[in-house]
């Protein structure tokens, strides 16, 4: 929600700095940029779009140039400024995310390696998140956008069309959307939400598009009503998981694959689908009962092994499942201590003994967690025998043990903390 935010908002002072001919719009253009990466790390992937779309602006006007390149470098100084003040003391851990699940060796584990099912996959999780009428209206939007550019070009002739595109605001928003969305499908990741920044851009170059192709004042009025009418109807599912709300139906497109016609369900509740979780007829996917249940068995994890370590030695958590990781036990922690209990679960997956080795070797540790099978697990599942050898080789016992909700036993490992 907020990298959303922070980016349309950015977008919004692009549009409205006069093609960087306004200092006061420019310097919020930087200030919104550089909340972008604060928001959410993985936006800087879409700083080539926004660097693109600003010198499309600066360019696109022979007046005033040097004021708007200007303007420009002051907006990026600025954005540097504003992200400094978290990247000067993030950067390190920031980079290595970046170089290894962006695009570094376990990008592949969170998405598919090869180009096309790439391009596919990106297609389809923002299909997923916009779901069946927002996907078309995007799709028939662009389309009408693209007819409409096609008909100025025959009847206005070269120029005329082309000094239009130049100067209309929806072409840099068309550039940061076509440049972000090609960012997206070069990494193999593809995370949760990460299309979700380019969807207001999405949305407002459709309605353009429409606009565009729609000449007369009072066909464009009626338009809009029947946009809003059939928003209004692909939004009431999305109002309570409840009845008369409640919906849940999927449709499949070509190249999009399988995605949510009308569903109140949201991201999560598919990725605990995909994790065997619950019941899949149940409306919220984990009932109440289940979700209580998976509380407890967190908070019982952490009261066992808090005792077990020191605030300066990390817990090495052996497994990586959706509804208990080390977001779930840094929340235990957090309840429970103001002093914050380090967690890895950057585990190699699948990995061998001597992968796992050198992860518990790369650590100060005295406290390990495993888990038997791999229901649950967010895929591609731990080696979890191979990470019981290491963890014997270097020196861990099993002194206890918890059984979660789907039936797992979570085997909590320690050694002397020396």
């Known amino acids: ?48 779009a926004v660097m693109l779309a600003v010198l499309w602006c600066v360019f696109s006007r022979r007046e005033r140039l040097g004021a708007a390149f200007l303007n420009a470098v002051i907006a990026g100084i600025v954005a540097l400024i504003t992200a400094a003040s978290w990247l000067a003391f993030t950067w390190r851990p920031v980079f290595e995310y970046l170089t290894r699940f962006g695009y570094g060796d376990k990008a592949t584990s969170y998405g598919p390696a090869a180009f096309w099912q790439s391009v ?79 969807a207001p851009a999405l949305l407002i170059i459709a309605i353009y598009g429409f606009r565009q192709l729609i ?55 598919w990725y605990l689908k995909e994790g065997g979780l619950g019941d899949p007829e149940d409306p919220t996917i984990v009932p109440e009962e289940m979700s209580r249940q998976w509380y407890e068995a967190g908070r019982t994890i952490y009261n066992r092994i808090k005792d077990k370590t020191r605030p300066d030695r990390v817990v090495m958590l052996g497994f990586r499942t959706y509804p208990l990781n080390g977001n779930t036990l840094t929340m235990f922690n957090r309840l429970d ?26 650590r100060a540790t005295c406290v390990l967690l495993s888990a038997d099978g791999t229901n649950g697990d967010i895929p591609p599942p731990v080696n979890t025998p191979a990470l019981e050898e290491a963890a014997r080789e270097a020196g861990f016992t099993v002194f206890d043990s918890v059984f979660v909700p789907n039936g797992r036993e979570i085997k909590l490992w320690s050694r002397p903390c020396s």
């Not at 070009?153 to 076509?178: C, D, E, M, Q, R």
């Not at 201590?337 to 790369?362: E, H, M, Q």
């Open 215 to 269: 000449p007369a004042p009072t066909l464009r009025g009626a338009g809009a009503a029947a946009l809003a009418l059939a928003s209004a109807f692909a939004a009431f599912p999305l109002v309570s998981m409840a009845a008369p709300f409640y919906r849940h139906s999927q449709i499949e497109l070509p190249v999009f694959g399988w995605i949510p016609a009308l569903s109140s369900r949201g991201p999560i509740h």
């Open 337 to 362: 201590s103001a002093d914050p209990l380090p967690i890895d679960n950057d585990l190699p997956f699948p990995g061998t003994v001597a992968d796992y080795d050198k992860w518990i070797k790369a």
């Open 1 to 48: 929600m907020a990298a959303t935010f922070c980016t349309t908002a950015a977008m919004l002072c692009l549009v409205s700095s006069q093609q960087m001919r306004s200092l006061r719009w420019s310097i919020a253009l930087g200030f919104f940029v550089g909340l972008m990466v604060i928001a959410r790390t993985v936006t800087i992937a879409f700083y080539p």
């Open 120 to 198: 596919q996959t990106t297609l389809q999780y923002m299909a997923i998140y916009f779901q069946l009428f927002q996907t078309l209206l995007i799709l028939a939007g662009v389309l009408a956008l693209m007819i409409a550019t096609l008909v100025a070009f025959y009847w206005n002739g070269w120029h005329k069309t082309s000094a239009a595109i130049l100067s209309s605001p929806i072409a840099p928003l068309s550039i940061f959307v076509a440049v972000s969305t090609a960012a997206l499908m070069s990494s193999s990741n593809k995370g949760t939400g990460f299309s979700a920044p380019l």
